[in-house]
């Protein structure tokens, strides 16, 4: 299993395309990052490798973890290859914003999955991102009990104002 450590500094699509060119010849890589800085990096290159490998009809799904817990700013984010995904199937969107509580919006993802709610979390910037990816991951923690697993993808999306912003949609899955 590759890992590929991203930080603040990282390029986008020099990241991007390494996750390209790494799911197309040996699968896909686990991503390192530490700070909202790289963490927002991260989520942006799996979104740009996610634009590269479209014509080829191959997609990622995402799996944060966070393996010093809630208050460690290092996250692993593992990748794996997929059929396309219609993300654009999403019934419920959740804006987050440098200033969420990352325990309330996955309290919110949660409850909207128990409901039988396709989430999509928008967020931007990279403080934003980073409380989207871990209110995603503490999500799937809060569903485990209902054996329920949590990943997402990840897109950018032209907001109604020209903005760009990166659209995290929450794939839930019953497992047994």
């Keep these: 299993m590759s890992r590929f450590k991203v930080s603040e500094n990282s390029e986008v ?32 290159a799996i979104a740009g490798a996610r634009r590269n490998l479209f014509e080829e009809e ?46 309330k919006v996955a309290g919110a993802i949660a409850g909207r999955i128990r409901e039988g709610e396709r989430v999509n979390v928008i967020c931007r910037g990279k403080v934003g991102v ?10 799937g923690r809060y569903l485990e009990a209902d054996g329920i697993n949590v990943k997402f993808t990840a897109q950018f ?7 760009t912003a990166l659209h995290l949609s929450v794939l839930a899955r019953q497992v047994e």
């Design 130 to 139: 980073f409380l989207a990816v871990k209110s995603i991951e503490v999500a």
């Design 13 to 44: 699509n020099k990241v991007a395309g390494a996750i390209s060119n790494q799911v197309r010849e040996a699968g896909a890589p686990t991503l390192l990052a530490i700070g909202p800085g790289s963490a927002n990096q991260a989520v942006k």
């Design 58 to 103: 191959i997609d990622l799904i995402a799996e944060p973890y966070f393996p010093y817990g809630d208050e460690s700013g290092e996250i692993h984010i593992t990748l794996r290859k997929s059929s396309m995904i219609n993300d654009a199937l999403s019934t419920s969107d959740v804006t987050v914003k440098p200033t969420s509580d990352f325990t």
């Design 157 to 163: 999306v032209t907001e109604e104002d020209d903005t």
